[in-house]
């Protein structure tokens, strides 16, 4: 299995968001039309507890999700998400890496379905199922 770690200028975009920044989200590449990266459970990520809180997972994941679908996108496409689903099977300790294996299985005209898994130490997490809307790109973004 070879691993592709081109990033395209449209993907480290979303990288550089302060918000993806502070989340520490980290591009490993593409293998086996899987896009794969990586972020760090830090202690301003937790909960009271010490445990990755669930919604910073949910934001991982439409990053990551997103990441996949970038290069299935045209020039003038973006998508935007109309439906997350997370399902949590384990915790998050503080100070865990987390492997994120995202890809997209199925991509339409209007809607792209993608799927995105998070593992720790080699163990499933959790795990997300996203649809997003392809819309036309605004020169803004």
Known sequence: MSM???LLPRQLKVLELPF????GIVYDGVADSTTKSHFLSTPELATFDGY???GVL???FEVAGFLALVPHLADSQHAVTHDLHVSFMRSIATGARCDLCAS???LGRSLAFLE???FVGGKLVATARITKS???LNNSQ
Not at 20 to 23: H, K, V
């Open 4 to 6: 592709n770690l081109d």
């Open 20 to 23: 993806n920044r502070q989340l």
């Open 52 to 54: 990755l809180h669930g």
């Open 58 to 60: 949910s934001a991982v």
């Open 104 to 106: 997209v299985s199925r």
């Open 116 to 118: 995105v898994s998070a």
């Open 134 to 136: 392809i819309t036309v």
